[in-house]
């Protein structure tokens, strides 16, 4: 299979391989931090937005949203979960929006997408330019130092008659700057059973060379992987919360 074929030729399957996940939680705690760190304004911009989940919550939560995706069969569900919204397709690396927003997020790890250091340099002046005067940056990172090849994460659910299992892991050689998010769909009907794999090939990086990439532009906040209370960063994890508010 190509790679990003299970995202682009299975994007129908994307909300049951993220059904476990609590967006509501996700979002509350980003709002959280902008109320704390931001500019008291209310628009904002979601990169690789996929089908809008969280910008579902950010609109209940009075925010003006866009979502922007690389990939139109996403931004397609997306638009209709959130007509209210807006939706761009461009490459997170590489944007340009014609008014600036009071917060920028990016979850699920997708900030690892940059797949070099040189297109995450990219995607964080982007940021930067896109954002107004104390504007906030957040988004969820994986230290590559810290990864485990032998973890992944798993879990089932029933849809239409079928049984799906989703499997998630990264895989990190040990040295250079792309890591890999290996996945996996099973799906089981009337005891047939279809398999699918991908690997996708995302940057990798450390939290101290990212921590460097972001400070010229941005007061720079590392908080634990944890959305249910806000605390710092243990230096330990290798997952974090960054809250980059803009220079």
Not at 93 to 103: A, K, N
Not at 140 to 164: E, M, P, W
Not at 223 to 239: I, R
């Amino acid at each position: 299979m190509l790679p990003n074929a299970l995202y682009t030729d299975l994007s129908g399957y994307y909300d049951l391989m993220c059904a476990d996940i609590n967006y509501q939680a996700q979002t509350n705690t980003v709002l959280r931090l902008a109320q704390a760190l931001g500019n008291g304004g209310k628009t904002h911009l979601d990169l690789a937005c996929g089908t809008a989940p969280h910008i579902y919550h950010f609109l209940k939560a009075g925010y003006q949203s866009i979502g922007l995706d690389i990939n139109q069969p996403m931004l397609d569900i997306a638009q209709q979960r959130c007509p209210q919204a807006q939706f761009m397709l461009q490459n997170m690396c590489e944007f340009t929006l014609s008014t600036s927003v009071d917060l920028i997020t990016c979850f699920l790890y997708s900030i690892h997408y940059s797949a070099s250091i040189a297109q995450l340099q990219h995607c964080i002046r982007s940021v930067y330019h896109a954002l107004t005067p104390g504007g906030v940056f957040c988004f969820n990172a994986v230290d590559k130092d810290k990864i485990c090849n032998n973890s992944s994460v798993r879990h089932s659910t029933q849809h239409d008659g079928s049984q799906f299992v989703f499997e998630s892991g990264w895989h990190y050689s040990g040295q250079g700057e792309q890591q890999a998010l290996n996945l996996s769909i099973s799906k089981t009907c009337t005891a047939q059973t279809q398999h699918w794999q991908d690997q996708h090939t995302m940057v990798a990086v450390s939290f101290t060379e990212l921590e460097a990439l972001l400070l010229p532009y941005f007061e720079v906040h590392i908080l634990a992987h944890d959305y249910d209370k806000l605390t710092p960063w243990d230096t330990q994890s290798g997952n974090a919360i960054f809250a980059c508010v803009k220079r």
